[in-house]
């Protein structure tokens, strides 16, 4: 893992309404839509979309297409290896 995905890691785990998106999803196992999400955290579809954006680009999740839905499940290899980088620090 090289420093600029420890940055954008980080940076997309600053926002607790992205922490909470990664618990949902996590607790969801596998295949979370958007819908569910906007119900969960009572935001505006365009709020949670850009979260998600920036949760997808980081690497954290990923988005499976089915039809005109988009499912996602969390990248555990990605937050594996993001947790290993911050046990070196310790």
Not at 31 to 50: D, E, K, R, T, Y
Not at 64 to 77: A, C, L, P, V, W
């Amino acid at each position: 893992m090289n420093p600029k995905d420890i940055e954008r890691i980080s940076k997309a785990l600053a926002d607790p309404n992205r922490l909470k998106i990664l618990e949902q999803v996590k607790q969801q196992g596998s295949g979370m839509q958007c819908s569910c999400l906007i119900n969960f955290l009572g935001l505006a579809q365009p709020s949670v979309s850009h979260h998600i954006k920036q949760l997808t680009d980081a690497g954290l999740l990923i988005p499976e297409k089915d039809g005109r839905s988009i499912s996602y499940t969390i990248d555990n290899t990605v937050l594996a290896g993001y947790i290993n980088y911050l046990k070196t620090l310790g």
